[in-house]
């Protein structure tokens, strides 16, 4: 059945009685209507802040050594890939083949051509990850960063549990994304931020455990993203397996 394909019954994208009111607004519906109007580019994908880039980028090879060792794995996946961006800069060097799933149909366009003669580039998924089910066993690592908040908990925990599903023996999975701080304007119940402008939710650093225990996951290691701009909010990484 390939390298993944869309859930049935078992849908991610069907929200748990137990998600928090704040997740009334995150839907693959308002997330597509969000970054439909949002330029397929590095600066546009980023938020305005392609600057960051090449931090990212080293930070994240940085981080992942420590559980792949110097060389290369099998195969990768990138999870809410964008425009390939992390797979050309990150997943390129971890990996010797990367799959792409990604929700919007003009980013996938744009990442085949990012990608264009890189042997880097497996197979492209258009999805949203509410439905996607990576093949069993397939992967040595998956990378998930910066689109968990348009998943509710619910959605969240089924995703991260067919991903465990999608590793290899000795695979692991990196979840990359922004922290809210208990300090931040407009925190609900101590864990949520919801940002009207795209639909989405950021969670606290312990609301994140939290959803890794819940999906049965083991926390291997954990690291603050550093020298970003100040004005951002933290941003974690961590290994799962």
Not at 120 to 138: I, M, N
Not at 202 to 229: N, S, W, Y
Request: hydrophobic fraction near 40%.
């Amino acid at each position: 059945w390939g390298s993944g394909r869309h859930a049935s019954s078992m849908s991610g994208g069907e929200r748990g009685p137990a998600d928090h009111p704040v997740f009334q607004e995150v839907t693959t519906s308002n997330a597509s209507k969000y970054w439909g109007a949002v330029d397929a580019t590095m600066d546009g994908v980023l938020g305005g802040y392609a600057v960051i880039a090449e931090t990212d980028m080293g930070s994240s090879i940085a981080f992942a050594r420590q559980f792949i060792g110097a060389g290369k794995v099998g195969r990768a996946l990138d999870c809410g890939a964008g425009i390939g961006r992390v797979t050309r800069d990150v997943l390129s060097t971890l990996a010797e083949k990367t799959d792409l799933v990604e929700l919007m149909p003009q980013y996938i366009e744009q990442a085949k051509k990012e990608l264009a003669g890189n042997d880097c580039a497996g197979e492209f998924f258009v999805s949203s990850l509410q439905d996607f089910v990576p093949a069993p066993g397939r992967y040595d690592l998956i990378w998930i960063q910066w689109v968990i908040g348009h998943l509710t908990d619910t959605e969240l925990v089924r995703f991260l549990q067919r991903c465990r599903a999608g590793l290899s023996p000795n695979g692991v999975i990196v979840l990359k994304d922004n922290n809210s701080s208990p300090s931040d304007e407009g925190l609900v119940d101590g864990r949520y931020v919801f940002d009207p402008q795209d639909s989405s939710v950021m969670r606290t650093h312990m609301a994140v455990k939290e959803i890794i225990d819940k999906a049965g996951l083991e926390l291997l290691r954990e690291a603050r993203q550093t020298k970003f701009p100040s004005e951002l909010c933290a941003v974690r990484m961590y290994a799962l397996k």
